[in-house]
C-alpha cells in the first residue's frame, strides 16, 4: 500500500499526544480557575462570619452599657425603696389613711368593701333596737347604693342563712308614710334600684295589725316585715379612708 507523500512515520501518534497535552493544560486551568473560585467564595463567607461576628460583639457590647446603667439607677434609688414591715407600723391619723396604707383595714368583725365597713349581727332584735345597735357602733342599718353592692351583701348572706326566716334588717323603712319607703338617711328609694322579691312589699297585717313596715333581706331578694319581729341586721359605715358622709349625718 503506498503512502501519501510527505508522510512521516510516527506522526499520527504525535498529533494525539499534542492534543493530549493541550486538554490536560485546559483541565489544569480550569481546575486552576475552580480552586481560584473556591478560595474567593470562602474569603466571602469567612468576610461575612467576620463582619456578623463584630456586629454580634457591638451589639453584646451595648446590651452591657445598658445593663450596666441599669443596675447603676436600681442601685441608686435602693434607698429610696422601703421594704413592706412584717409588723403593723403605727397607723398615721385617720384623715391620712389610704387604701393602699399596710394600716387601711375596719375594725375587728367588719368586712371591708368598696369602701365602706360592714357588720353582719347575728343577734335577732327588732328593727328599732337594731338600728341603735349599729348607730352604737359608729354607723347605720345599710343602706343599698348599687346593684354591685346588692351582689356583695347577697354573697355574703348565702352562707349565713340557715332556713328562710334567718334574714337581716336594712336601713328601709316606710313607718312615716305607708308606700313612701325611705333609707335611713332619710333619702327617698330609688325606684329603679329596688330588689324586692315577688309581690313585696304585701303589708301583711295577720302577724301584726300595723303591718309590715320595715325592710328585711335575705340572700336574693327584700321582703318587708314587722318593725317589731326580732331579725337579724347588717350595718354598714364608711371605711377610714372613705369620703362617704357618715351615715350618721342629716338623720332623723
Request: with cysteine.
Amino acid at each position: 500500500m503506498s503512502r501519501p507523500q510527505g508522510y512521516i512515520e510516527g506522526e499520527v501518534f504525535d498529533s494525539r499526544r499534542v492534543k493530549s497535552n493541550r486538554w490536560m493544560k485546559l483541565s489544569a486551568e480550569k481546575l486552576a480557575l475552580m480552586a481560584l473560585c473556591l478560595l474567593l467564595a470562602s474569603a466571602l463567607v469567612v468576610t461575612y462570619l467576620l463582619f456578623e461576628l463584630l456586629k454580634t460583639r457591638e451589639m453584646l457590647r451595648n446590651l452591657e452599657v445598658k445593663l450596666e446603667t441599669v443596675k447603676s439607677e436600681v442601685t441608686e434609688r435602693l434607698p429610696e425603696i422601703q421594704p413592706c414591715p412584717t409588723v403593723q407600723p403605727t397607723c398615721p391619723p385617720q384623715p391620712e389613711v389610704k387604701m393602699t396604707d399596710p394600716c387601711y383595714k375596719c375594725e375587728d368583725d367588719w368586712e371591708h368593701h368598696g369602701g365602706k365597713c360592714y357588720y353582719f349581727s347575728t343577734r335577732k332584735s327588732p328593727w328599732n333596737e337594731s338600728r341603735a345597735d349599729c348607730r352604737a357602733k359608729g354607723g347605720d342599718l345599710v343602706k343599698i347604693d348599687s346593684r354591685e353592692e346588692q351582689m356583695f351583701l347577697n354573697g355574703r348572706l348565702r352562707g349565713k342563712k340557715s332556713e328562710f326566716e334567718d334574714m337581716f334588717w336594712i336601713g328601709l323603712t316606710d313607718s312615716a308614710a305607708e308606700g313612701r319607703w325611705m333609707w335611713v338617711d332619710n333619702t327617698p328609694l330609688n325606684e329603679s334600684l329596688i330588689f324586692w322579691s315577688s309581690n313585696e312589699p304585701d303589708d301583711w297585717t295577720q302577724e301584726d295589725p300595723d303591718g309590715e313596715d320595715c325592710g328585711r333581706m335575705g340572700p336574693k331578694n327584700w321582703f318587708d316585715k314587722s318593725c317589731k319581729s326580732p331579725q337579724r341586721s347588717i350595718c354598714e359605715k364608711p371605711a377610714p379612708d372613705s369620703n362617704v358622709i357618715s351615715p350618721l349625718n342629716g338623720r332623723y
